[in-house]
C-alpha cells in the first residue's frame, strides 16, 4: 500500500516562497495522479493541484494558478509544489494524495 509523507511547510512572509515535498513508499508516484490539496482553519479541504500519469498538471483557478507549480520527480518518487507570491490566505495545512491515501499534512503559515 501507498504511503505518503509530506515536508517543506513553515513560516513564510507574505510574497515569499516555499516548495513542499510529498515523498511516496509503496507505489511508484508515476503510476497515478498525485494531488495536492489544502484546509485552513474552519473551512473544508479544498483542491489545489494535481498531476497525472502522462504529466498534465492541473490547477485551481483564480486561487493558485500561475503562483502555484506542480511537478515530479520519478527518480526520488517524490512531487512537490512550488508556492510563489504567496498571500495570507494560502495558510492551512497542505495534504498530497493518491489512490484514496492521505499525507499526515505539512503546515504552511503566512505572515502579512
Known amino acids: 500500500q501507498v504511503q505518503l509523507v509530506e515536508s517543506g511547510g513553515g513560516l513564510v512572509q507574505a510574497g515569499g516562497s516555499l516548495t513542499l515535498s510529498c515523498a511516496a513508499s509503496?507505489?511508484?508516484?508515476?503510476?497515478?495522479?498525485v494531488g495536492w490539496y489544502r484546509q485552513a482553519p474552519g473551512k473544508d479541504r479544498e483542491f489545489v493541484a494535481s498531476?497525472?500519469?502522462?504529466?498534465?498538471?492541473?490547477y485551481a483557478e483564480d486561487s493558485v494558478k500561475g503562483r502555484f507549480t506542480i511537478s515530479r520527480d520519478n527518480a526520488k518518487n517524490t512531487v512537490y509544489l512550488q508556492m510563489n507570491s504567496l498571500l495570507f490566505e494560502d495558510t492551512a495545512i497542505y495534504y498530497c494524495?493518491?489512490?484514496?491515501?492521505w499525507g499526515q499534512g505539512t503546515q504552511v503559515t503566512v505572515s502579512s
Open positions: 494524495n493518491t489512490q484514496d491515501v
Open positions: 509503496g507505489r511508484t508516484v508515476s503510476s497515478w495522479a
Open positions: 498531476i497525472t500519469r502522462s504529466g498534465t498538471r492541473i
